[in-house]
């Protein structure tokens, strides 16, 4: 368990999940450099998805709803306040969803500041009724209310080089003032 827990912190890559949806992206960014993320489902039935998608850094960029299958015409788009919202393809004469939206549901890239720190990428269900569809997660069976946000931290590093001169730099500093 713990080589795991090494090598998931090696590679510096996270998934959060909860109730069913999952964000998965780099927790670890080098100044400046762009990561790819991705927020996606394992519940079965799932028919309505509405999310607010913040950070409390960089802004998203390169968001696409990637839902299949879907009603693509339903798709409200990331809005200015972070909200958006798909739809699986609802048979108007049967009065049913001919099929559940699976796997990935949307992805995005945030590109990392030029200042060293950390930035959190949060993922709210919409329990409040706000957001574009008007309503939580729906599935065919009924809906899932309460669901917890996801956070994320992302911490921003410098590359490896830079990284190593100022370590070198640090022990010149130390050889010199030692002398």
Not at 16 to 41: E, H
């Amino acid at each position: 368990m713990k080589k795991l827990l090494a090598l998931v912190l090696v590679l510096g890559v996270a998934s959060v999940a909860n109730a069913g949806f999952i964000l998965t992206g780099p927790t670890t960014l080098d100044l400046g450099a762009a990561g790819n993320y991705s927020i996606s489902t394992d519940i079965a039935n799932l028919a309505l998805a509405s999310f607010q998608l913040t950070t409390s850094g960089p802004a998203i960029e390169n968001f696409a709803i990637v839902a299949s299958p879907r009603d693509a015409t339903a798709d409200a788009a990331l809005s200015a306040a972070g909200w958006f919202g798909m739809s699986a393809v609802f048979n108007g004469t049967t009065g049913q969803y001919t099929a559940p939206l699976t796997g990935t549901l949307a992805t995005f890239t945030l590109k990392a500041p030029m200042v060293l720190g950390s930035f959190d990428i949060t993922l709210k269900n919409d329990n409040s009724g706000g957001g574009p569809l008007g309503g939580s997660f729906d599935t065919n069976f009924g809906s899932i209310d309460n669901v917890p946000d996801l956070v994320t931290r992302c911490m921003v590093t410098p590359e490896p080089i830079t990284l190593s001169l100022l370590a070198l730099g640090g022990l010149v500093a130390l050889r010199r003032r030692h002398a």
